[in-house]
């Protein structure tokens, strides 16, 4: 008498009718794959541009004001804690009306400086400017 054994198959939790298992969803919406990819020259153009504004994580913002008659590019919801890891970064820091208030640079080191923001602070929101 031959004894045949017959192969083992896995059930994987699949739904009827599927061929492919469902994706499992992320612990958190912060992770990669839920971020909006820009590149940092093309996020220093929209910037510059000045009608799109981004929402960065730990609730800081990318934003374009005029400022003392010159238009820059101005970074806010900073906490005391960011001060020196933005200076590091390259940002620069001017009061303006008793407040301390942080800009990136809109030379050719400006998108450089964005990009390394991009990096500890993704994006996680990308919203047009209002006309005034």
Known sequence: MRVVKKPTVSIAPFRLGSARPPKTPCASH?????????????????LIEG??????????????????????????GITDSMRKRLRAYGLF????????????????????IIGKLLDRFPIERISEREAA
Not at 30 to 42: D, G, K, N, V
Not at 61 to 66: D, E, G, N, S, V
Not at 93 to 112: H, Q, T
């Open 30 to 46: 912060r992770c990669a794959c839920h971020r909006a990819t820009f590149a940092p020259r093309r996020t220093a153009a929209a």
């Open 93 to 112: 820091s001017e009061i303006i009306s008793w407040k301390l208030r942080f800009f990136v640079p809109v030379d050719a080191s400006g998108p450089a």
């Open 51 to 76: 009608r799109t504004i981004f929402d960065l994580a730990e609730g800081l913002q990318l934003r374009r004001p005029r400022v003392m008659g010159t238009s820059r590019i101005e970074l806010t």
